[in-house]
């Protein structure tokens, strides 16, 4: 089983970002191989199973695809047609009942086709290629036999999942029975190996340390978490420095490997950008949007899904931006559309245009077909915006948004918290748990024993939502709460102060939107990797480092550090502020210069967090990115938006109490 020769980190040339590699190593180095002798000009079948026909969808589009010669996707699983003058490629999982299907595919007198370029995506066994070189007859039609090392989604062009939805459940739930979690942490590691495989990365393998109150305190599981993912990664990449020629022998990223007890406020507070707004208020299904658009025919409006993904200009620009950000935006953008359109000024009449609502103007340019797509995608937004600021304003998300960050900088405490649950009796039940397990998050010993439940009362909660509290203090391990550092999400306060803070202010950087305080823990580790000084005691270092990692960063001498920022003053309450833009629908310069500057890049940092990442820790990585100028690349089991996130943490089983549920 050999990987390709070719470098995957520079087809063409210049520097491609993670999801770019991906997909032209699936097209490229995998679909257009095929492409050799006989089978140069016909037509592909394509055979893949569940997981990685996702992969592929991913990474690539079907058009894509259809321009490297496949005529034909196909499940392994179901009955196919036999077309025995075409060849075959099959993409899928090194598992027996594949390798089964696959022999019953090419054996005997009559195979389903000609030839089989056959690719797996992860290493296969001796065992299985010693079943499949049983049967002579189809070594004789095996065009290719290889592992591509690829199990990813690739789900932004700088994020992965490895597809372990029940994450939380498996390493979280059932301390007396790790056997669950030892084979989620077994497969994730084989997965986040095939993305540094992919990329042709050898990384410093750096992770958080398990913390245990003092020596005489039993380390459990949970708290080994990182520790066993690091080291089964690290067991794959000694595998793969053995199989994968060129592969480096030297260190060239840096891989920080987290779980989701680093940051137990991320996943639940309010994102105040467009991307997490959308998913967080709005009924989509991943990363699908259905509206209503009017009926051609005269008839009742017509639903129609759209993705909204990366393929998108307008969302690409706007897709991190906050909320009234990108509602203003979004109205000077239609502004300068009819500004610059004279068959909208006559079809208007004299008023100006600027007078006019986002929704008149969405009106007229219905009328210019000849500008139907250009205005089809303007129109979506406007439309989806607009929904997300009536929901806003129906659910009074700006008080609650003010209060979350306010508790978590410290700002409010538990008084506040109790008067808003008082006063406000139309927030939602999700909402108020959500503010509530943030409360938890903070102060802990407020939830212990009678008193969690009378919080529950006052909050008029059903007793189930107890558990998503109990559960997601379970996450906080032995020690957050004990012993503080800056690097985890252990609390640090002023013992003669009443309020306690989950953050501590950070400079600014020119967000000057209200409710844009918040960070995730991450964007501090990452700059602090990056900077070398991220704690050697709670973050070692797997593999031995070099003399520069003792001070310096790894990739230190090849980025250049931004220029200090001036403290952040405390925000006016203003929902919004006046903004230049550029014309009606292209991205901003911000985005143009960020994909520009990729050619100047120095060495990655991939961030891999256990147990579900957030919107909020994606929009950081882009960020950072920029700031940093080193790609950094956000990996977890999954994505997850608050809503499944609370329904996982409800669904843990917690037979065993954590130690932050004993008072000490």
């Known amino acids: 089983m050999s990987f390709s020769d070719s470098d995957s980190s520079s087809y063409g040339g210049d520097y491609k970002n993670f999801k770019q590699i991906s997909r032209d190593r699936l097209l490229i180095e995998m679909l257009r191989s095929c492409k050799t002798g006989d089978s140069k000009a016909t037509w592909k079948v394509l055979i893949m199973d569940k997981l990685t026909v996702k992969i592929m969808s991913y990474a690539c589009k ?21 077309l025995p003058s075409m060849d075959a490629i099959y993409f899928i999982q090194p598992t027996k009942e594949n390798v089964i299907m696959f022999l019953s595919d090419m054996s005997g007198r009559a195979p389903l086709y000609r030839k089989a370029f056959v690719f797996f995506s992860s290493p296969i066994s001796k065992e299985l290629v010693g079943h499949i070189k ?68 050898f990384p410093f393998v750096r992770y958080r340390a398990a913390k245990s109150l003092d020596a005489t305190t039993m380390t459990t599981f949970r708290d080994l978490i990182p520790t066993k993912l690091a ?9 793969y420095k053995k199989s994968i020629p060129n592969f480096p022998e030297t260190e060239t990223c840096e891989l920080l490997i987290l779980d989701r007890s680093v940051d137990q406020i991320a996943p639940i507070i309010h994102e105040w950008t467009y991307d997490a707004m959308c998913h967080d208020l709005l009924n989509m299904d991943g990363n699908k949007y259905v509206h209503e658009v009017p009926s051609r ?8 899904e759209v993705l909204l993904e990366d393929h998108d200009p307008i969302w690409l620009e706007l897709r991190h931006a906050h909320i009234a950000d990108a509602s203003e935006r979004l109205h000077e953008k239609m502004t300068n559309f009819i500004t610059k359109n004279k068959a909208a000024q006559i079809h208007h009449g004299a008023r100006d245009a600027r007078e006019l609502s986002t929704r008149d103007l969405q009106k007229m340019v219905q009328a210019l077909p000849q500008y139907s797509e250009q205005i089809d995608k303007l129109s979506l937004h406007v439309e989806i915006a607009g929904k997300v600021n009536r929901i806003i304003r129906e659910l009074g998300l700006r008080e609650l948004g003010q209060l979350e960050q306010d508790l978590v900088f410290g700002d409010a405490g538990m008084k506040d918290v109790i008067k808003f649950l008082t006063t406000k009796d139309d927030t939602t039940g ?23 439940h009378n919080l529950m009362k006052l909050a008029k909660l059903p007793p189930d939502d107890m558990n998503a509290v109990n559960n997601m203090r379970l996450l906080g391990g032995s020690s957050d709460n004990k012993k503080s550092s800056i690097a985890t999400f252990a609390l640090k306060f002023d013992m003669h102060k009443k309020k306690r803070g989950g953050r501590k202010e950070r400079p600014s950087e020119g967000e000057t939107w209200q409710l844009s305080r918040f960070y995730p823990i991450i964007e501090e580790l990452v700059e602090n990797l990056s900077k070398g000084e991220l704690s050697k005691e709670d973050y070692p270092c ?34 919004a502020r006046p903004k230049n833009s550029d014309d009606g629908y292209s991205s901003d310069s911000v985005l143009r210069h960020a994909s520009s500057d990729f050619k100047k890049m120095g060495q990655r940092i991939f961030v891999v967090i256990v147990g579900g990442a957030t919107r909020s820790e994606l929009r950081v990585c882009h960020k950072l990115t920029t700031k940093l100028r080193r790609e ?33």
């Open 231 to 239: 080291a089964g990664i690290w067991d794959c990449l000694m595998k």
């Open 632 to 664: 950094v690349v956000l990996g977890s089991s999954c994505l997850d938006d608050p809503a499944p996130f609370i329904t996982k943490l409800k669904m843990m089983t917690a037979n065993e109490l954590s130690l932050d549920d004993l008072q000490i």
């Open 297 to 304: 025919t005269g008839g009742p409006p017509e639903k129609k």
């Open 542 to 575: 797997l593999n031995d480092p070099s003399p520069t990692f003792h001070g310096t960063s790894h990739g230190a001498a090849i980025h250049q550090h931004p220029v200090a920022h001036s403290m952040r003053s405390r925000r006016a309450p203003t929902w």
């Open 430 to 452: 999700e909402n108020k748990l959500r503010l509530l397990m943030i409360l938890a998050a903070i102060y802990p010993e407020k939830f212990e024993g009678e008193k969690g």
């Open 134 to 201: 049983k049967d002579a007859t189809v070594l004789t039609r095996i065009a290719a036999l290889r592992e591509m090392n690829l199990e990813y989604f690739a789900i932004d062009s700088q994020a992965f999942v490895t597809n372990n939805e029940r994450a939380l459940e498996e390493l979280y739930g059932d301390e007396e029975d790790s056997r669950k979690g030892v084979a989620c942490l077994k497969l994730m590691a084989a997965r986040v190996a095939t993305v540094l495989a992919s990329l042709r990365e």
């Open 62 to 82: 079907m058009a894509d695809i259809t321009d490297e010669g496949v005529s034909l996707v196909e499940d392994i699983y179901r009955r196919r047609q036999p």
